[in-house]
């Protein structure tokens, strides 16, 4: 079945692709399950040279990288080229991390005994449209890194950059059968991946609904499955904050990437004492926000996924907001930046909007923000803004949440964990912990006795 890719910004068609179906995919399991025991025992030196290589044929071709990721999500380009940066630390990152990550010896009665790290075998890898080529290189790294050979199932609407890294890994010198990207639809490719019996594990980024899915059926092979799900996070504001850098930041913690964000902090709590000053802050910030075309370096907000998801943000926006801000006419699944005036009750708060839209919530005090922070079936990222050392560390001590970042927005790192608590999934990417989910331990016990 054919498979048209569109432009958001425009709505052009930009590809025409054949989906797989069950065959196909049962195929490329084949062909990385074939692949496997020759990648497994690639001496580790030369598996993190392949993955240098990979590293530096991405910063080589980052321009077209960015430039098609781009195009197939709608993202301004300035971010893009950020994203596909990104992407190449990650395999830098991941082919240094070949040789760093082993076993212990512990000594116990009688001998020693020893553990080993070792690759699962295939692993399929189901990733959403939001950051397709950062999300994807957030699993590829560890998973090539300890041995695995890989089937990736990119989301229907953005498999271009994915299908472009294929290649790349190709002319990286990464052999055949160890990287298989399988176009189609989730029902399908996804679906078969999970219940394939020789996929030993399921690496899945996406909506909790899927999520879901994906434990259930993944129950049937006692697959070993990692999730990284929806979120609906908290940017918490005290009013001893620098409530100048606070409100100048907040915009982008939630309309970067359209809001089309899994870390959007998109509940802005604001203590009471403060909430009037902050508030107009934020109103002239987001007023700041530019909104447009995504080939224009200066564009800072691009359009949403697809007309079907733009009906569902606005679907969040009941009356007049507070604030709206611009956005072109035309071509292309537009939204403005908006803000609208919110209980924790009210279902743009408790809902991932996953779009421009922001509940602005006040509160009274460290524990209440702490209560409303913290009351949300997720748990995956947020932000305190305070002065307070101690207060601080409290909050982010008490925040139920996987990633936090105090007096700043930022807390997604190559060398650091990334995942969430709660609903928003387990398991976590990034950094030296993300080995731990595409590795088993083994313990080996050694006698000494004669
Ligand atoms: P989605 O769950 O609809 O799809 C994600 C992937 O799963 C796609 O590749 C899709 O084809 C596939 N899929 C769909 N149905 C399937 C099924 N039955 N079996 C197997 N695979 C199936 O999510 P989306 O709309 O692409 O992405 C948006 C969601 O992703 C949001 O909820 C967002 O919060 C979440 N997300 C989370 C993170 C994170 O790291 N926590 C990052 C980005 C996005």
Known sequence: MALTVLNPATE?????LQQAGVEETDAAVARAREAFPAWRSVAPADRARLLRRLATLVEEHGE????????????????????VGMVAQVFHFYAGAVDKHFGETIPVAGGIAATFREALG????????????NIASWKLGPALACGNTVVLKPAELTPLSALRLGELALDAGIPEGVLNVVVGKGSVVGQRLIEHPDVAKIGFTGSTEVGQKVMQGAAGTIKRVTLE?????????????????????????VFDNAGQDCCARSRILVERSAYD????????????????DPRDGSTEMGPLISAAHRKTVASFVE??????????????????????????????AR???????????PFEGEAEAVRIANDTPYGLSGSIWTRDGAKALRVARAVESGVLSVNSNSSVRV?????????????RELGMHALEGYSEVKSVFISTEG
């Open 122 to 133: 295939v692993v399929g890898l189901i990733t959403p449209w939001n950051f397709p080529l």
């Open 319 to 348: 009356g007049e907001p507070l604030f709206r801000g611009d956005a072109p006419d035309g071509k292309g699944f537009w939204f403005p930046c908006t803000l609208v005036e919110a209980t924790n009750e009210d279902r743009v």
């Open 277 to 292: 000053r902050f508030v107009g802050l934020l109103i002239e910030s987001t007023r700041g926000v530019k909104v447009g």
């Open 351 to 361: 809902d991932e909007v996953f779009g421009p839209v922001a509940a602005i919530i």
């Open 64 to 83: 077209q990288l960015a430039q098609i990721e781009s195009q197939n999500v709608g993202k301004p380009i300035a971010g893009a080229r950020g994203e």
């Open 12 to 16: 052009e068609p930009i590809a025409e």
């Open 229 to 253: 799900l929806g979120g609906k996070s908290a940017n918490v504001i005290f009013a001893d904050a620098d409530l100048e850098r606070a409100a100048a930041a907040a915009p982008y913690s």
């Open 415 to 427: 060398s650091t964990p990334f995942g969430g608590f709660k609903q928003s999934g387990f398991g």
